[in-house]
């Protein structure tokens, strides 16, 4: 029985840090179920041999600089990032022709030809050139070490607590230790290499890059690289970059070698690197990235290793802690992370899900941090290749909204302060875009987006010609003013609603059959009608899109108290948008004919129809009973085995659709060498990070949901979690909650309002409304059968 006290006791700490409990109170004697529970497993993920490939490295992130550590005990491999460095410079790509050619299009599209509207599009609308900018890998540090024999009893880590990768072996008759950390604090990356045995320390270090056209050292204990952007597609590459490292060793002699560092002799090494590039503004590329380097090594090297690992640790930890996670653990439980992966559908793993969770936090907070104009981009913050697929940036149709899900759920919201700084970004690009190709007022982006925030339309019409890649950015940034109704954050997410609205509101043309105001042109996002194309008028996503839109701008400007008239267009506008419609086979239909059974491909990764259902609330069981219906029925037709990042979306719909049995199946296609890599990345295949990132708010929205001014508890819980508890959840209206449950059961909960308010409670089996003040918690714990306020 020692492990359940163990897990019992870890859990009795937890809801003490919430309030939950006094100090020495009972914990509730566990079901019998609960007994087949071990001590939960650290925080980390950990294997038996140095990786072979990318996506077997570890990932290290501050926001800004990424490294990929590899863990190799006689050449060690740093893979090198910095979230500002893209191909190319400054540019735009809006079509002259589009002016002339929006009419002819839509003509087309109305008239029911639609090759000959996408045919024409691709020639008139799409942008010059149709291709963005990628993303590209900042530099690789390489480290030798020599005369290493009789390797033994190895391990790697990453410790998501510490936010720190360690690789541990024995060799000869020492234990050698090798940690790696980013510093948001620092603005570094920083390696320590260490022996239990004085003098063990000799290394060969080489700094490169895929763009260098200088390299460089200074004195014996500095290394440098610098360059340019690549040239592509035409676009010349002009932004300036720099990488730049410092080695402080203790004992031993550093000395210049073969264009490189040498360590002869230490007992302890730092490395740390720093990367800069010449980027300040999608339009301004002035920054001198040397001496930014040089200025951030010299504040680091003056505070030394041991304040820097400190101020570290704190500023990770002050935001990662705030959730902790139990759904139990079992015997696979103490397996190395890849094993985990390969064995999760055996369902005695229930830790793993915990795990991915908070490893979908650790990977935001590594991607996505204040000070940056850069949000998690489709590979996060990490990529090693110089023509990466779908070129590494944002795509604007599903997946950079999806890095975002988890934030403000998961206790994160200000990993979203990139994300607005972007969409800021391209509401001053998109201004231009809005004007040359519809001659409109506001703003307005397309399915993707790069470092130079590009707004126009790319790559071709099938994908690109979307016009609501703006809006589904605004909506998800509405999420933040949901969760934390903050004055501040309204008053800034204003302007881009409104401007987004405004756009909108000029564009939308009457579709000459139905009587709705449509888009024309659009898509269904990368989804073929049965019409031997993509471009069509008024599809599901973009009404759904639209009515969220129309809403928050009007409901934002109630709030602010200005814009009468503009919130009375824009709720009057919402008004005579085509409703949602169900198909002849009872399907929520995807466009405004019911096509849906017609289309090329049936099991579709994209689900964008059922928007209405997640990320928005339009549609619910409880409200809209048909409609959901209907989204069950396309959820049964596409079918759950699709893409990672797909996976992902549709955990989410399952949990709304308060299914967990069956969002518990599909969580098992994503935690699956299929569909997760060794390091835990989601496996699109290639590699994206939106897949990790839904997957972490599918297993969230499982726990707790918020909407329509209901709060639920334990909403889809899947019979393979029986117990647990979590802590630090958020809900919308500003709230904060710690609970836990036995048998399937909500057995004590705390609930605090940082802004006051009122809400709904609801479990299984009951509800009741809430009303708390500013800063109040309410507490309740089951007794006698039924849940009760303390």
């Known amino acids: ?54 996506v077997q490295a570890l990932p290290v992130g501050n926001g800004r600089l990424g490294a990929m550590v590899f863990g190799g005990t006689h050449m060690e491999r740093l893979q090198l990032n910095e979230n500002s460095f893209f191909s190319g410079g400054p540019y735009d790509t809006t079509n002259p022709k589009a002016r002339e050619g929006l009419p002819k299009v839509r003509e087309l599209v109305f008239a029911g030809r639609y090759a000959e509207a996408e045919k024409l599009a691709n020639e008139t609308l799409l942008g010059t050139p149709n291709r963005q900018m990628s993303y590209q890998p900042l530099a690789e540090l390489l480290m030798v070490f020599p005369g290493l024999d009789g390797v033994r009893d190895y391990e790697r880590s990453l410790d998501l607590d510490e936010a720190v990768a360690t690789t541990r072996f024995r060799a000869g008759s020492a234990t050698l230790t090798r940690e790696v950390y980013a510093s948001a604090a620092d603005q570094l990356i920083v390696v320590r290499l260490s022996a239990d045995k004085p003098k063990w320390i000799t290394a060969d270090f080489t700094l490169t890059a895929p763009h260098q056209k200088s390299s460089g050292g200074e004195g014996n204990h500095t290394l440098w690289v610098a360059g340019t952007s690549p040239t592509v597609g035409g676009i010349e590459g002009r932004l300036p970059f720099e990488c730049r490292l410092q080695v402080i060793a203790r004992g031993g002699k550093v000395s210049a070698r073969n264009g490189g560092l040498a360590v002869q002799g230490a007992d302890e090494v730092f490395i740390l690197i720093a990367g800069a590039t010449g980027y300040k503004r999608f339009d301004d590329i ?17 505070r030394g290793p041991q304040a820097m690992r400190d ?30 992966i390969a064995r999760f559908a055996e369902g005695r793993d229930p830790g793993l899900a915990a795990l991915y969770l908070q490893y979908g936090r650790y990977l935001l907070l ?40 988890p934030a403000e759920l998961c206790n994160l919201g200000e990993t979203v302060e990139p994300l607005f700084a972007m969409v800021e970004d391209l509401a001053i690009t998109g201004a231009g875009v809005a004007q040359k190709m519809f001659g409109a007022p506001g703003w307005v982006a397309f399915h993707n987006t790069d470092g130079w925030r590009v707004a126009a339309p790319t790559d071709g019409a099938k994908w690109g010609l979307w016009p609501m890649g703006g809006v589904w950015l605004v909506n998800t940034l509405w999420e933040s003013w949901l969760f934390r109704r903050d004055p501040a ?32 042109p659009s898509v269904s996002p990368e989804n073929s009608h049965p019409h031997g194309s993509s471009v069509c008028a008024g599809p599901a996503m ?27 267009d824009c709720l009057a506008m919402r008004d005579r948008l085509p409703p949602d419609r169900v198909g002849q086979a009872g399907q929520l239909q995807e466009w405004m004919e019911d096509w849906d059974l017609q289309a090329p491909e049936l099991q579709h990764r994209h689900v964008s129809h059922l928007y209405a259902l997640y990320p928005s609330t339009q549609i619910t069981p409880e409200d809209t009973p048909a409609l959901a219906a209907a989204a069950r029925n396309v959820m049964v ?39 997760s890599y060794p390091n835990l990345f989601d496996a699109h295949p290639p590699f994206q990070i939106d897949g990790n990132f839904g997957g972490a708010a599918g ?92």
């Open 1 to 54: 029985m020692t492990h359940i006290t163990s897990r019992r006791s870890w859990l009795q700490q937890q809801l003490m840090q919430a309030g939950l409990l006094r100090f020495g109170a009972p914990l509730l004697a566990a079901p019998a179920a609960q007994a087949q529970t071990e001590t939960p497993q650290p925080l980390r993920l950990w294997y038996r041999r140095p990786a072979d490939e990318w």
């Open 286 to 302: 002035s920054g001198d990235p040397a001496a930014l380097n040089q200025q951030t090594l010299a504040a680091a090297v003056a």
């Open 311 to 340: 101020t570290h640790r704190d500023d990770h930890q002050k935001l990662f802690k705030r959730v902790a996670i139990d759904l139990g653990s079992g015997p696979n439980g103490a397996l190395p992370t890849d094993e985990r």
């Open 366 to 405: 590594a991607s996505s941090r204040p000070g940056s104009r850069f949000p998690a981009n489709l590979q996060g913050l990490w990529n090693e290749k110089t023509n990466p697929s779908w070129g590494s940036k944002w795509t604007i149709n599903i997946n950079t909204e999806m890095n975002y899900w």
């Open 489 to 520: 954050l309204l008053r800034r997410l204003y302007p881009l609603l409104k401007g987004a609205a405004e756009f909108q509101l000029a564009t939308l043309v009457k579709d000459p059959k139905s009587g709705f105001m449509v888009t024309n």
């Open 542 to 568: 973009d009404s759904q899109l639209l009515r969220d839109l129309f809403a928050y701008a009007a409901e934002a400007a109630r709030e602010l108290r200005t814009d009468r008239p503009f919130a009375r």
């Open 637 to 675: 037709r596409r079918g759950d085995d699709t893409t990672g990042w797909g996976i992902g979306w549709r955990i989410n719909l399952w949990a709304r659709l308060q299914d967990g049995e069956q969002a518990y199946a599909t969580l098992n296609r994503l935690l699956h060498p299929k569909r």
């Open 699 to 790: 297993i969230a929205e499982l726990l707790l949901q918020s909407h329509r001014g209901r709060i639920k508890l334990l909403p889809a819980l899947p019979s393979a979690w029986p117990g647990g508890a979590v802590r630090g959840l958020r809900a919308r209206g500003g709230y904060e909650l710690a609970f836990d449950w036995w048998g399937g059961e909500l057995q004590t909960l705390s609930i605090t309002s940082k802004n006051g308010g009122s809400t709904e409670l609801h479990w299984h089996g009951g509800k009741l409304p809430l009303k708390l003040a500013a800063g109040q918690t309410a507490r309740f714990e089951r007794r006698d059968g039924r849940l009760q306020r303390l």
